[in-house]
C-alpha cells in the first residue's frame, strides 16, 4: 500500500507536507553542493552560481560559506597571477602582502614572495656585477653561497663568466704590453746607426732576457749561396763544419727552412754538419724574411734539459727576432745599393760619385787636425786599344 499526501488529514497531513518539501529542498542541496564541488575539482571556479532559492535556512549558511571560500579562492588566484605576471615582465618592485590572507593561501603567499625577495636579491647582485664590469672592474666577487638552487647556478655561470672576461682581459694586456714593447723595439732598431749595432742588441736581448749563453746567429747571403757568422761578434767557436760558409745549402735549417732540433736523432745524425753532435744539444731556427732564410739562429745546450727549457721561450724569441729582421734586411738593402752606387761594377773601385762625398769629409777632416791633403791621379795610356781588343766586359 503507498501512502500519498492525500491519505492523511488536518495536522498530520501539513506535518507529511512539510517532510516532503524539506526532502525536496535537502535534495536541491545536496545536488548543488555536488555540482560546486564537481566544478571545484574541474577548477572552473568562475562558472558556479549557487541560489539560495528552495533551500532550507540551515544549508543557506553552507552555501554561503561555499561561495565565500570560492570568491576568496578566484580573488587569490588573481592575485597570485597578477604578481606572477608583474614578476615575468621584470617588475620585481611588488610589495606582497601576506597578512591579507590566512591559512593555505597565506602559506602560497608567503612563498610566493620569498621567491620574489630572491629574485630581488639576484638581480641586485647581477645590478652590482654589470655596474662594476662596465666600470672596467672584473676583480668583482660573485658570493654563489649565499643562493640555493637555481639561484645559485646562475650565480655560479655568472662567476664562470667574470672569470672567462678576466682571463680575455689579462691576455688581451698581455698582447698589448707586448706590442708596446716591440714597438719600442721597432723604433730602437730603426734609429740604429748601423746593422752592426742592430746585431749586438740581438746579442743583448738573447743573453740578458732569454738568459743564452751558447748560441751563434749566422747570416744568410742567397745570391751568393754563402753564410757568415754575424754572432757572437768575435766568432771565436765554430759549431758547425765551416763547408757551410762557402755552401749555404749544405746547412739543412737553410735548405729546409724548417727548425732543425738535435734530440730527434732517433733515426741518426740530424745535421751531419754539427761538430759536436756527441757531446751538445742544440737547435736551428731559420728565420725567414720575402722569399728566402736570411738568417739563423742557433742555440747550443749542455744538456737536454738546458735545451728544452730553450726550446720552451722559442716562439717569444722567435717574436723578437721577426720584429728585428725585416728592418735589418731593409738597412742591409739599403747599404747594398748605396755600396753599388759609389763603386765600379766591374774592379770593385769606387768610382766618381764616392771620392765627390768623400772629399767633402776630407777636406773638413785635414781642416780640423791642421794636416795637408795629397791627391794622386793615374791614368793608362791607350786604355781604349784594350777595350777594342778584348771588349768592355
Known amino acids: 500500500m503507498r501512502l500519498t499526501i492525500n491519505s492523511f488529514a488536518g495536522n498530520y497531513r501539513e506535518m507529511l507536507a512539510l517532510i516532503i518539501n524539506f526532502n525536496q529542498e535537502l535534495q536541491n542541496a545536496i545536488l548543488k553542493i555536488k555540482d560546486f564541488a564537481y566544478q571545484l575539482e574541474k577548477?572552473?571556479?568562475?562558472?558556479?552560481?549557487?541560489?539560495?532559492?528552495?533551500?532550507?535556512p540551515v544549508f543557506r549558511g553552507i552555501i554561503g560559506n561555499l561561495e565565500?571560500?570560492?570568491?576568496?579562492?578566484?580573488?587569490?588566484?588573481?592575485?597570485?597571477?597578477?604578481?606572477?605576471?608583474?614578476?615575468?615582465e621584470g617588475k620585481f618592485d611588488l610589495e606582497i602582502k601576506e597578512e591579507?590572507?590566512?591559512?593555505v593561501y597565506e602559506e602560497i603567499v608567503k612563498y610566493l614572495k620569498q621567491i620574489l625577495v630572491n629574485l630581488k636579491d639576484?638581480?641586485?647582485?647581477?645590478?652590482t656585477i654589470a655596474h662594476e664590469i662596465a666600470q672596467g672592474n672584473f676583480n668583482?666577487?660573485?658570493?654563489?653561497?649565499?643562493?640555493?638552487?637555481?639561484?645559485?647556478?646562475?650565480?655560479?655561470?655568472l662567476r664562470q663568466i667574470i672569470?672567462?672576461?678576466?682571463?680575455q682581459l689579462a691576455h688581451i694586456h698581455a698582447i698589448l704590453n707586448k706590442e708596446k714593447e716591440l714597438s719600442e723595439l721597432r723604433k730602437l732598431v730603426e734609429e740604429d746607426i748601423s746593422i752592426e749595432d742592430t746585431y749586438q742588441r740581438i746579442a743583448y736581448l738573447l743573453e740578458n732576457k732569454f738568459k743564452i749563453r751558447q748560441y751563434t746567429l749566422y747570416e744568410v747571403n742567397s745570391s751568393r749561396n754563402h753564410i757568415k757568422v754575424v754572432l757572437p761578434p768575435t766568432g771565436d767557436i765554430h759549431f758547425c763544419d765551416p763547408e757551410i760558409y762557402i755552401n749555404a745549402n749544405l746547412c739543412r735549417a737553410k735548405r729546409t727552412a724548417r727548425l732543425v732540433i738535435s734530440n730527434q736523432r732517433a733515426w741518426g745524425s740530424v745535421c751531419e754538419k754539427f761538430l759536436y753532435s756527441q757531446q751538445k744539444y742544440y737547435f736551428c731556427l731559420p728565420l725567414v724574411f720575402g722569399e728566402g732564410v736570411t738568417h739563423i739562429l742557433q742555440?747550443?745546450?749542455?744538456?737536454?734539459?738546458?735545451?728544452?727549457?730553450?726550446?720552451?721561450?722559442?716562439?717569444?724569441?722567435k717574436l723578437y727576432l721577426n720584429t728585428i729582421i725585416p728592418i735589418l734586411e731593409n738597412k742591409k738593402l739599403f747599404r747594398s745599393l748605396r755600396e753599388k752606387s759609389l763603386r765600379d761594377g766591374l774592379t770593385g773601385l769606387y768610382n766618381r760619385r764616392f771620392l765627390e762625398e768623400y772629399l767633402i769629409k776630407a777636406a773638413a777632416?785635414?781642416?780640423?787636425?791642421?794636416?795637408?791633403?795629397?791627391?794622386?791621379?793615374?791614368?793608362?795610356d791607350f786604355f781604349k786599344q784594350v777595350n777594342d781588343e778584348f771588349g768592355h766586359d
Open 365 to 380: 777632416l785635414t781642416k780640423r787636425r791642421g794636416t795637408t791633403l795629397g791627391i794622386l791621379m793615374a791614368d793608362i
Open 43 to 56: 577548477g572552473n571556479l568562475g562558472e558556479i552560481t549557487i541560489s539560495k532559492e528552495g533551500i532550507p
Open 140 to 157: 668583482v666577487e660573485v658570493k654563489e653561497d649565499k643562493f640555493k638552487g637555481e639561484y645559485r647556478t646562475v650565480m655560479k655561470y
Open 122 to 127: 639576484i638581480l641586485g647582485e647581477i645590478k
Open 100 to 103: 591579507a590572507f590566512s591559512g
Open 299 to 317: 742555440i747550443i745546450g749542455n744538456n737536454e734539459e738546458e735545451l728544452k727549457t730553450h726550446l720552451k721561450q722559442i716562439e717569444e724569441i
Open 163 to 167: 672569470l672567462k672576461l678576466n682571463q
Open 68 to 88: 565565500s571560500t570560492r570568491k576568496s579562492i578566484l580573488e587569490t588566484m588573481e592575485y597570485l597571477r597578477t604578481t606572477v605576471n608583474y614578476i615575468s
